[in-house]
């Protein structure tokens, strides 16, 4: 079965701080996605990670993608109250399987100004 | 709006009663997905539709539960005899191309609407 898990589950943080989020699987992904997830709403697709190693920079958020493509860690520097929402890792394992993602369980951020 | 729309966003339901919810996808989009999402927890896979065809669906969808995408477009997802356990976000999610396992940018996004919560009583 494969698993991603996310730490921390929960992350509360003063505005201009940075933090790191960790998502970790013992399966190797083809792909990772990270996504924002405001309460009540889906979620929204930050960035897209294909291959291992990768680094892609949104803005403040920094996105790498393990060598071995079995790990992942979004960074956000100098976070601001509108970054609070949950976090979201999802990744796609295997090739040809329709675009079903298997997610970790979430990084609720909150970011007190 | 041109997104994924989801409809009802909000069913308060007796247990025992069935719902129904309606995904729209994005035009055009050959791929629709449906996911749950319960309280602190991520997204879990349900089931997907390529076209009018269910590919593919999840351990998690019971008996109880049926999608279905008649002409390809949009689809519903019916849970019969609802239970307090099914109370959860239904999110659904369309994608533009056959998903072939290499991301592209542009291509291969897979889009979320805002789901339609469940609440079982």
């Known amino acids: 079965t494969q698993l991603l898990e996310q730490s921390p589950q929960f992350l509360s943080i003063q505005e201009g701080e940075n933090l790191t989020v960790y998502c970790n699987s013992s399966?190797?992904?083809?792909?990772l996605q990270w996504y924002r997830q405001e309460p009540g709403e889906g979620p929204v697709l930050l960035v897209t990670?294909?291959?291992?190693?990768e680094v892609k920079k949104l803005k403040r958020l920094t996105f790498q993608f393990g060598d071995a493509r079995k790990d992942s860690s979004l960074h956000i520097t100098a976070a601001q109250p509108g970054d609070t929402g949950l976090y979201l890792c999802a990744g796609e394992w295997g090739y040809n399987q329709g675009g079903k993602l298997i997610f970790g369980q979430g990084t609720e951020l909150s970011v007190k100004p | 709006d041109t997104g994924v729309s989801q409809n009802p966003r909000h069913k308060i339901t007796k247990r025992g009663q069935n719902v129904t919810f309606r995904c729209d996808p994005i035009?055009?989009?050959?791929?629709l997905y449906w996911y749950r999402q319960t309280l602190g927890q991520g997204p879990e896979f349900l089931t997907y539709?390529?076209?009018?065809?269910?590919?593919?669906k999840s351990r998690l969808l019971s008996d109880r539960f049926s999608a279905e995408r008649p002409k390809g477009s949009f689809s519903t997802l019916e849970i019969q005899r609802t239970e307090q356990g099914d109370s959860a976000m239904y999110l659904c999610?369309?994608?533009?191309?056959?998903?072939?396992?290499?991301?592209?940018?542009?291509?291969?996004?897979?889009?979320f609407g805002e789901g339609s919560w469940l609440t079982v009583v």
């Open positions: 035009s055009e989009h050959n791929r």
């Open positions: 399966s190797v992904f083809s792909s």
């Open positions: 539709f390529q076209n009018e065809a269910q590919l593919e």
């Open positions: 999610a369309s994608s533009p191309t056959p998903w072939t396992g290499v991301p592209v940018l542009s291509g291969n996004t897979i889009y």
């Open positions: 990670v294909v291959t291992g190693g």
